[in-house]
């Protein structure tokens, strides 16, 4: 079994000697918790997912060789993760039996290992909000959408995943609020069935949401694991408000793809778009740090090269 740790390729298998002695020989009252590792004989209190205080003997008693010391604490943690990694897939595999395995499955040690660091290796947290994501994705039939099932609402041109990355090699989601309209006249796409012109359903933009999140993350480069988000809010008014949309896009960044954002550009945001942020930025929680205000023109000179720039940037 190999897992991907940052963007390391690590083998399972990776032993050393003496390695078990730093959770064998912990101190009675260092628990093996990344939540708590308290001893008070060192009086070290850490967020960690192994014995600090073990370890710190290990190394003591090592300082001959410094080089030696740091690679065995670096594969002492890789073996920690692993273990972490098992326990998770093992209760899964024992508790949860309905869920599906495969990509994005219970069994996805990659996708277990990303929720174990959104949820700093805490086990019980990690499995509950892994749990939700897998059943969400198999009710919302993610797996099952495509370029065809979300043609509708593509259509309208509110959001695309641009064909470039960034200068920091991130894929990039761009959305132009501005072509978003809820309520009963909600994003009218002109199509004839049966003769009757039709609406376009409020759950096609959901889907269309997280079409284009998976579109993005496919496009995620070896050693990147975030993208960029870039609203225009060039020609934004208060019909394109819609704290509905915004409450579910909230709820799938933080249960279903946390910690995938990296960053937020409002571009040219209209003084009107300045109060409904602010009544918006309770809902968003700690995402509204990821988010920042800027012009066109920073766009262009900061976050893409002139080969690179989206259509739309360009002036």
Not at 142 to 163: F, I, M, P, R
Not at 226 to 233: A, R
Request: with cysteine; charged share 25%; aromatic share 14%.
């Amino acid at each position: 079994m190999s897992i991907r740790l940052g963007s390391t390729l690590v083998a399972a298998s990776v032993n050393f000697r003496n390695s078990k002695n730093l959770y064998i020989n912990r101190s009675r009252n260092c628990r093996f918790s990344v939540r708590s590792c308290v001893s008070e004989s060192h009086k070290v209190s850490c967020n960690m997912p192994f014995c600090f205080c073990a370890l710190s003997d290990y190394i003591r008693s090592n300082t001959s060789s410094v080089f030696y010391c740091f690679y065995a604490m670096k594969m002492w943690v890789v073996q920690l993760v692993v273990q972490l990694v098992l326990e998770v897939k093992e209760r899964l595999a024992k508790d949860c039996t309905s869920l599906p395995i495969g990509k994005n499955g219970r069994d996805d040690e990659e996708m277990i290992l990303w929720f174990l660091k959104d949820r700093r290796f805490s086990v019980d947290e990690a499995i509950g909000k892994l749990t939700k994501a897998i059943k969400w994705r198999h009710e919302f039939k993610v797996n099952e959408l495509s370029e065809d099932s979300v043609k509708a609402a593509a259509e309208t041109g509110k959001a695309y995943v641009h064909g470039f990355l960034d200068v920091k090699g991130r894929p990039v989601v761009i959305v132009a609020p501005a072509k978003h309209i809820p309520g009963a006249s909600y994003a009218p796409l002109i199509c004839e069935i049966y003769g009757v012109l039709q609406l376009l359903d409020p759950i096609e933009d959901e889907k269309l949401c997280v079409f284009l999140l998976e579109k993005a993350l496919s496009k995620l480069p070896a050693g990147q694991h975030k993208i960029l988000g870039i609203f225009d809010l060039r020609g934004f008014g208060s019909k394109n408000a819609d704290l509905k949309f915004l409450t579910f896009l909230f709820d799938v960044f933080y249960y279903y793809y946390p910690s995938r954002l990296d960053e937020v550009l409002f571009v040219d945001a209209p003084f009107i778009f300045q109060p409904i942020w602010q009544f918006t930025k309770p809902v968003v929680k700690s995402y509204a740090s990821l988010v920042k205000f800027c012009s066109t023109e920073t766009v262009r000179k900061e976050y893409f090269t002139e080969e690179t720039l989206p259509p739309d940037f360009i002036s």
